[in-house]
């Protein structure tokens, strides 16, 4: 790509993006796949399966996630004045293998 601004003269100079790039090296990209995440809620008469699941970048991500999950559950919940604090999260894999479970009431700080 030539670029004739700035230069009084009109002459063409070369601007290169990036000129330190051989360009006979191959540039390799290293992108990581992100993970599906399923979040299953476990009731003590059930298991409601999450049919779509969630790409996350990592099982810490995954966690956070289970707690937001775990969090507005319970709040809609409580405005219809029950407890579900019993409740868990199953976190699984893309294959279905249980990774974590995360209790509703580890989502909670109880302060009295």
């Given amino acids: 790509m030539f670029n004739t601004r700035g230069d009084?003269?009109?002459?063409?100079?070369?601007n290169y993006v990036n000129?330190?790039?051989?360009?006979?090296?191959?540039i390799r990209c290293r992108t990581?796949?992100?993970?599906?995440?399923?979040?299953?809620?476990?009731t003590s008469?059930?298991?409601v399966i999450d049919p779509e699941g969630s790409e996350l970048k990592d099982m810490d991500a995954a966690y956070?996630?289970?707690?937001?999950?775990?969090r507005a559950l319970?709040?809609?919940?409580?405005l219809e004045g029950k407890d579900?604090?019993?409740?868990r999260i199953e976190i699984c894999d893309e294959i279905g293998r249980p990774l974590?479970?995360?209790?509703?009431?580890?989502?909670?700080?109880i302060l009295d």
Avoid: C, W
Avoid at 8 to 14: A, K, L, N, S, V
Avoid at 32 to 42: C, E, I
């Fill in 74 to 78: 319970m709040s809609e919940a409580i």
């Fill in 19 to 26: 000129a330190n790039i051989n360009r006979e090296t191959p």
């Fill in 8 to 14: 009084p003269t009109g002459r063409q100079r070369r």
């Fill in 32 to 42: 990581r796949r992100m993970q599906k995440y399923y979040f299953h809620v476990l």
């Fill in 84 to 87: 579900i604090s019993s409740r």
């Fill in 64 to 70: 956070i996630s289970a707690i937001e999950d775990a």
């Fill in 45 to 47: 008469e059930a298991r």
């Fill in 100 to 109: 974590q479970v995360v209790p509703f009431r580890s989502a909670l700080t």
